[in-house]
C-alpha cells in the first residue's frame, strides 16, 4: 500500500495497451505521483499495480489521441494513459521530473503597469514560465503554461514578450524575446497545449 501523505498529485485514468497503433485493452487505475516516483493503483482496492522512479522516467509526451499520454522509460517500457486533464498531468510530470534540461535564464526587465522596468531573468521551463531574481537565484513568479491563454511578442516592439495569464496582461522587455516565444511554444506543445498569439491590438509595448 502506497502511504496517502506522499501523494502530491492523483488522476482518474484508464491505462491501455496498444499493438501496432490499435487498443488492445484499457482499463481503470489512478495514477499517482510523489516526489520520487509514478505509481498506479487498481481503484477496486486501491493496490499498487506499477511503480516507476522519476530517474528513470525519459520522456512525457502527449499520444496519438486527444486525451492520451506516454511515458518513457530508460528500459524502453511505456506507459500509456488515458484522461481527460491530460494537460494538467503532464504539467505535475514535467514539474516533478529532476533529469530534465530546462533552456538557461534570460536577462529581462519585467514591464510593470506603470510602464517601470524591473530587473529579472525569466525561463521557460519544462512546465511554467518561470520569473527569477535579478541574481538568478531565487524564484519570483511561476506561471505554468495551462494558465497562458496567449503568447507573442509585440506587435510594436519584438524585444517585448507578451503572454496573458488569467486573463491578465504580462511583459518583459528582452533581446531574446523571440527565443523565449519559441521555447515557451516548445514546453507548451510538449504538455499538449496551443498557445495562439494575441490580436496585434492587444499585444503591444506601451498596452497594459
Known sequence: MINPSDVVFKA???????????????YKRILCFTTEAILTLDPDDFSVTNTWAWAAVTSCAPGEDPDEMVFAFADTSKLHLKCGFRAVVLTEAARLRTNQQAPAPMPAQRITRTHQLEQVYVQAR??????????????????PY???????????????????????????????AGALLKQIHTASTGLGLSLPALPPALATATHG
Not at 482518474?12 to 484499457?26: D, N, Q, Y
Request: aromatic content about 8%.
Open 12 to 26: 482518474a485514468c484508464h491505462k491501455i495497451r496498444r499493438l501496432m497503433g490499435a487498443t488492445l485493452r484499457a
Open 126 to 143: 519544462p512546465h511554467a514560465f518561470v520569473e527569477l531574481s535579478s541574481d538568478g537565484e531565487t524564484v519570483l513568479a511561476e506561471y
Open 146 to 176: 495551462l494558465n497562458i491563454t496567449a503568447a507573442s511578442t509585440a506587435a510594436d516592439e519584438v524585444q517585448v514578450l507578451y503572454l496573458f495569464i488569467r486573463g491578465k496582461p504580462r511583459r518583459w522587455s528582452s533581446p531574446q
